[in-house]
């Protein structure tokens, strides 16, 4: 096929962007700014594919106009619940995704949240800027200690392994394990874990509970009151998955009755909007969806996008295809 005409709906790294217009007619929205949902129409009469990311939001009748033009939405991200797979399905789009290349530096970013949470990183941070350490007292922000606690996973594919190994092999911990099929023994072994069948298990026993499920219905307020009310008094919260797998009230309920000691957390239920209550909790330590934001991974990520792109319009099975 001639190069395919495509639409990159957000800027990425120079150096992805310079590989994707070796293999495309590329289209790049430069200044970076939100697809409305009638630019998406728009787009879907026009391009062979659309390469959006996670934070777009495709509205459902782009499925039916772009059926028959728009083969392939390669998306830049790991995460695809944004995108509907049944309507995608249905209207002959394939997609893809970005995975492997996240791992590290997404469970990166949720070790250094519980650090942060656990040692109360953010709130000192904020009493220097204000001018107000009053200097080193026994009883100054004690936070909680991370080495040897117990950590527990909901979710354990490559992120939530990811995450364990830091844990077990780096700060001694306790691994506990939710994940919605059996792991390998093996792989528990490797970092020293244990599968327990619910979340409410798992809340049961850990000091930090990290989230590493895929976002979407299924996940939906899959952390709600009754898992809030099985953890230990003072445990601490750590989200780098997907906002709505936490019922946000559910957790403001939790941290109000001091149920829940604080909160690690990089996504939000309705981002990029931030409900209020968390101004009022200084012991949420709260990131902008910052997970995969490292150079060499957002590279990575938009090179295998890439790929994916180039491997579906050779005729070969893309790496990463999810339909
Ligand atoms: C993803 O790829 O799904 C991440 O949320 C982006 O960091």
């Given at each position: 096929m001639a190069r395919p005409s495509v639409l990159v709906t957000r800027a990425w790294p120079a150096a992805a962007e310079a590989r994707l217009e070796e293999v495309a007619d590329a289209t790049f929205r430069h200044p970076d700014r939100p697809m409305t949902g009638d630019e998406f129409l728009a787009a879907a009469g026009r391009y062979d594919a659309i390469l959006p990311t996670v934070s777009d939001h495709l509205p459902e009748a782009f499925y039916d106009t772009a059926a028959?033009?728009?083969?392939?939405?390669?998306?830049?991200?790991?995460?695809?619940?944004?995108?509907?797979l049944d309507r995608a399905r249905a209207a002959g789009i394939a997609v893809t995704n970005t995975p492997g290349v996240l791992t590290d530096c997404t469970a990166d970013m949720a070790m250094g949240l519980l650090l942060a949470a656990a040692r109360r990183i953010g709130e000192g941070e904020r009493e220097l800027r204000a001018g107000q350490w009053a200097g080193w007292r026994p009883t100054h922000l004690v936070g909680t200690r991370v080495t040897g606690a117990t950590l527990g996973i909901v979710g354990f594919g490559r992120i939530g392994q990811a995450m364990a190994r830091r844990a077990h092999h780096g700060f001694g911990m306790r691994v506990v394990v939710q994940n919605r099929s059996p792991v390998a023994t093996q792989t528990l072994a490797a970092c020293g874990a244990t599968q327990v069948d619910t979340v409410e298990q798992v809340a049961a026993q850990a000091d930090f509970l990290s989230l590493h499920c895929p976002g979407g219905a299924e996940t939906r307020h899959l952390i709600g009151a009754s898992v809030f009310d099985a953890m230990k008094p003072g445990a601490i919260l750590i989200n780098?998955?997907?906002?709505?797998?936490?019922?946000e009230d559910a957790l403001f309920a939790a941290l109000d009755s001091g149920r829940l000691g604080g909160a690690g957390l990089?996504?939000?239920?309705n981002e990029p909007a931030l409900?209020?209550?968390?101004?009022?909790?200084?012991t949420c330590v709260l990131?902008?969806?910052?997970?995969?934001?490292t150079q060499a991974t957002r590279e990575a990520m938009g090179l295998k996008a890439v790929e994916n792109l180039r491997a579906f319009f050779a005729g070969d099975t893309p790496p990463d295809q999810v339909t």
């Open positions: 028959g033009r728009v083969k392939l939405l390669a998306n830049y991200g790991v995460g695809f619940n944004h995108i509907d780098t998955a997907r906002g709505d797998v936490v019922d990089d996504v939000y239920q409900d209020a209550r968390f101004l009022a909790h200084d990131a902008p969806h910052l997970g995969s934001a």
